[in-house]
């Protein structure tokens, strides 16, 4: 009995680990600049590995391309009617893109 409780803590705290290793959340940061269809946004922290250039992510209700990083600072691309709908100084979320959305990612 203390043999399957051990097996059954090392299952669900290895399962853990790997949840909280994958499953990176949102991050968040402010547009500092416009131009265009592209939106530039610096990261509160540390950039995360998934926001890497040609991924596409989660942002303002649509899925931009991450088309550089520089620093802590993300460039998206959206559509041109979107980019300009986009206030300076406004708060943004960034979320990694599941892939399987039908938003395009």
């Given amino acids: 009995m203390k043999k399957l409780i051990s097996l059954l ?7 853990t680990l790997t949840v909280s290793a994958f499953g990176a959340g949102p ?26 250039k040609g991924a596409n992510v989660t942002a303002a209700g649509g899925s931009p391309k ?10 998206l691309k959206f559509s041109k009617a979107k980019a300009a709908k986009i206030a300076v100084d406004s708060k943004m979320t960034l979320t990694e893109c599941e892939g399987d959305e039908l938003q395009g990612c």
């Fill in 66 to 75: 991450v088309v550089a990083v520089e620093g802590n600072e993300v460039t």
């Fill in 9 to 15: 803590a090392a299952a669900i705290m290895t399962a």
């Fill in 27 to 52: 991050v968040s940061g402010k547009v500092t600049k416009v131009d265009g269809d592209k939106v530039t946004v610096t990261v509160e922290g540390a950039v995360p590995a998934w926001a890497k």
